[in-house]
Nanobody
């Protein structure tokens, strides 16, 4: 049974930083594509960044240069360092995972992922 658990959300002022983490349990495969997705109220869930077991990454254009995704293959665990946060970054952030390496289209293809966490709230005030 695979489980993903997010942590690290919270409230911060614009320009501040937060670091999200996603820990897995029950993962039995060496290859994976894992990522962060977010959903603002009244909008669809969207991709933020994904990373695979080889360390290849893909970012949404509006976070590139501000956010950095990283991985630890031991669990596996992924993190998202979010810097220069903006009010529009406020959302529920979800971790997702699936087997195999990432392709760029997986950043926007939510149905690709079989496993999802419960989410962690990020609120950025102006």
């Amino acid at each position: 049974h695979v489980e993903l658990v997010e942590s690290g959300g919270g409230s911060v002022r614009a320009g501040g930083s937060l670091r999200l983490s996603c820990e897995t349990s029950g993962w039995h495969y060496s290859m994976y594509c894992m990522g962060w997705f977010r959903q603002r109220p009244g909008t669809e869930r969207e991709g933020v960044a994904v990373i695979d077991s080889d360390g290849d990454t893909h970012y949404a254009s509006d976070v590139r240069g501000r956010f950095k995704i990283s991985q630890d293959n031991a669990r596996p665990t992924i993190s998202l360092q979010m810097n220069s946060l903006k009010p529009e970054d406020s959302a529920m952030y979800y971790c997702a995972a699936d087997y195999g390496l990432c392709q760029s289209w997986m950043l926007t293809s939510l149905h690709h992922y079989d496993y999802w966490g419960q989410g962690t709230q990020v609120t950025v005030s102006s």
